[in-house]
């Protein structure tokens, strides 16, 4: 290219090679120099890479400007056929402007920088290498276009890692970074959640994890679950590249992740700042005032709380979110909107589920207090990166709530960390008509309940809420494992490149490799231990009930309680009569089943509904969720003559009894134990047990001893010799952690 000094319009200037200009043209465009084929690629994706470059060998890249205007700060280049016109500036990629209406970096930015990058190069041959024609160990050779580059320094075997060469300007340069500074320019959000993550950390578990690629003008850096993040000579902490998608604050954690890592490599600790765990007096307040108006909504009486005392508990919500205790700002959400139903008189929700709502809240206040802020009770605001590993599908159930809000509650049993997960997605009523019961329609992840259900999966870029279930976030993508490994069914990122192979389940398909006895006893084990006594409510037990058809009864009717029940018989022996939902659409898939004589192998059951149905339907197993599968068009006639004395007696229905079960004894004793802190705590006054009340909790707490559970039996004494809403409270509390490590 030649400089124009002419004052008319400049003729674009076609360039398909290295620019022959003067450096001076472009010398402060040399940013782009650093920017190699790995860099773009994280900052675009590697089939952009390839566009680009296709556009620039076709000569589809020239000059919209012919004097560059190089003092201005921007140079135009015109990008594609037809020209699309892209704005580089001093800045580097992440401010170049481009119109088309692509999210993102796209092709012709990446056209753009790839034609600048040549053009800096053929200018000054030591742009390729920022440590100049000096340096001692010369130039390095870049990698190819899609060629990693070699490792500069592998993990040793013992853990301890490999110093980074002191002669990567790079590295020198992030570690000549401020860290205050560094904090500054990625945000407070970013610090609060690399400080929850890394300030305990162990420094040289960082510094063995990390995994450091180097290039000329760049430096890349990885560690598990993370990942690739670029550092490109000259451009600081904020304009650090992350690949893949992620929200600002991610984006923002990942690069402060990166460099303290990198501190931490090169033997710098990370000067933390002490994180907001003490008792400030906006603490001690927040806690004193939630205390306070607990005990009082139980001393005037659930029965007689009101709006007023809702949204009180709404506005310490609010306060506990802004002193940056999330735990208890959930807890009192879940209150508030106890309280609320309670108030307005909603079935869904009696006294009893807004006395244990009230009493997490309140013993979680004298937990925290007790505990000087302890920063596990204090919880997490944010989403964590997480990993899980292969997944077998338990059960999709799909639920209506009384306000009219519905959702999609999925499980999985992790086969390789042993634990239960669970993953939850909702819409209010009334909102996106799209979001609707099918088998067919992306709902979570991005993937249906037909994907979702076909066969073990695994996950990529999956997060984990703050409650510790998977966050449903269109980020994640779903991977089915099957003989031949795993292949994306998301559409999206790399799942089928064998990465994410199914190791140790190799040459199994869908359901059939799996141990599904060996699943529920894991099941089975899973809620017992300390963890299940937690201040959230006790969520339903999920157990998988392995079954014969010969042990299948078929569907009735539960006249008292206007119920569909189906009793089923395990394979050892055991028999449970499973309920089926209210609006005849589970009931209509068992009767399906049984009209076909289908097979059917196993059950995942929560409480006492089927939420998840193992067939094995044309030779194969299957997992159908009866909340959501489809059924044939004409329902059994047998279902249909129960369906019709279901209406009858729903025309003239009264209000059910209780249902009558056989409970294990430690169960029982709670359950007649909450009954009777609930009429206290409905009716309010002095709250001293009397006559039948009095009876059970007396007789509870000598059954307590008995089983020596001292502490409940403490509990319920407390009641009788101190009566008042804190005795209340916390016998309510110990009775609900009893309960969940029971059940």
């Known amino acids: 290219m030649t400089d124009s000094t002419s004052r008319g319009p400049a003729r674009p200037v076609r360039s398909t ?20 084929d790995v860099a773009l690629a994280a900052l675009a994706s590697r089939g952009l890479v390839r566009r ?13 400007d012919a004097e560059a205007k190089a003092n201005g700060g921007s140079v135009t280049v015109a990008v594609g056929r037809p020209p699309v016109p892209v704005v580089l500036t001093t800045d580097g990629p992440r401010d170049a402007r481009c119109p088309c209406p692509v999210a993102g970096t796209c092709v012709h930015v990446v056209a753009a920088c790839l034609w600048m990058r040549e053009a800096v190069r053929a200018a000054d041959p030591g742009a390729d290498d920022p440590a100049g024609p000096d340096s001692a160990e010369g130039p390095a050779e870049a990698p190819g276009p899609f060629e990693p580059a070699e490792p500069s320094e592998p993990a040793e075997p013992s853990g301890a890692p490999a110093p980074v060469p002191a002669q990567d300007p790079v590295l020198e340069e992030v570690l000549a970074w401020e860290p205050a500074v560094v904090e500054k320019a990625l945000g407070a959000a970013a610090l609060r959640r690399v400080t929850a993550t890394l300030a305990d950390a162990d420094p040289a578990r960082l510094a063995a994890d990390l995994e450091i690629t180097r290039a000329p003008g760049r430096l890349s850096v990885t560690w598990p679950d993370a990942p690739e993040v670029v550092v490109v000579a000259g451009l600081g902490p904020r304009d650090m590249i992350v690949a893949g998608r992620h929200s600002r604050v991610a984006h923002a954690a990942w690069r402060l992740q990166a460099v303290v890592r990198l501190f931490a490599r090169a033997g710098r600790a990370w000067p933390w700042a002490a994180r907001s765990t003490a008792m400030t007096a906006g603490r001690r307040r927040l806690l004193a005032s939630t205390a306070r108006t607990i005990e009082g909504v139980i001393a005037a009486g659930i029965s007689h709380a009101g709006p007023r005392s809702a949204h009180e508990l709404d506005r310490l919500a609010q306060v506990a979110r802004l002193e940056e205790v999330p735990r208890l700002a959930r807890l009192l959400v879940s209150a508030a909107g106890a309280v609320h139903a309670v108030a307005r008189r909603d079935d869904a929700v009696d006294e009893s589920a807004a006395l244990s709502a009230l009493a997490a809240a309140w013993s979680l206040t004298r937990a925290l207090d007790a505990a000087a802020l302890d920063p596990v009770l204090l919880g997490s605001a944010e989403a964590e990166r997480t990993r899980p590993g292969l997944l077998v599908p338990l059960s999709a159930a799909w639920w209506t709530a009384p306000s009219g ?8 049993w992790d086969l390789e960390r042993r634990r239960l997960e669970s993953v939850t997605t909702g819409r209010a009523a009334g909102a996106d008509p799209a979001f609707r019961r099918s088998e067919d329609v992306p709902l979570v992840w991005g993937a249906s309940v037909g994907v979702l259900l076909s066969g073990p999966l695994r996950l990529q870029d999956a997060s984990r809420g703050p409650d510790g279930t998977l966050a449903p976030s269109t980020r994640t993508t779903v991977s089915r ?17 064998g990465r994410y192979g199914c190791v140790g389940y190799d040459g199994y398909d869908g359901y059939d490799g799996i141990d599904l006895a060996a699943v529920a006893r894991e099941l089975r084990e899973f809620r017992r231990g300390p963890r299940a006594a937690s201040f959230e409510p006790p969520s339903p037990p999920v157990r998988l009930l392995l079954t014969r058809s010969s042990g299948l009864g078929r569907i009735d009717l539960d006249e008292i309680h206007q119920q569909y029940v189906w009793p089923v018989r395990g394979i050892e022996g055991e028999t449970r009569v499973l309920r089926l939902g209210p609006d005849g659409m589970e009931a209509r898939l068992v009767a399906d089943l049984l009209a076909r004589n289908v097979p059917v192998v196993a059950m995942t059951v929560e409480g006492d509904r089927p939420t998840g149905i193992y067939v094995r339907d044309r030779g194969a197993l299957a997992l159908l969720s009866p909340s959501i599968s489809s059924v044939r068009a004409g329902a059994p006639r047998f279902y249909r003559r129960l369906a019709e004395r279901l209406e009858r007696l729903r025309a003239g229905a009264t209000a059910p009894a209780p249902i009558p079960d056989s409970v294990p004894v430690v169960e029982s004793l709670c359950r007649d134990a909450h ?30 001893r008995e089983l020596r559970l001292e502490t409940l039996a403490a509990a319920l004494d407390g009641t009788g010799e101190d009566a008042g809403p804190r005795a209340v409270l916390r016998a309510c509390a110990v009775v609900d952690r009893v309960r969940a490590l029971a059940i």
């Not at 680009?52 to 919209?64: D, I, L």
């Not at 809000?405 to 999985?412: C, E, I, K, N, P």
């Not at 494992?481 to 998301?490: A, L, M, Q, V």
């Open 405 to 412: 809000s519905r959702g999609l509650t999925a499980r999985f």
């Open 481 to 497: 494992c099957d003989g031949d490994g795993c292949r994306d069914d998301g559409g999206a990122g790399d799942g089928a490149d």
């Open 17 to 36: 090679s290295p620019v022959r200009s003067t450096y001076s043209t472009y010398s402060a465009y040399s940013i782009y120099a650093a920017f190699d």
């Open 52 to 64: 680009g470059r296709a556009e620039v060998a076709a000569g589809h890249v020239e000059v919209r």
């Open 675 to 704: 009954e009777a802190l609930t009429a206290l705590a409905a009716s309010g006054g002095d709250l001293r047990p009397e006559g039948m009340t009095a009876h059970v909790l007396t007789t509870r707490a000598r059954t307590a």
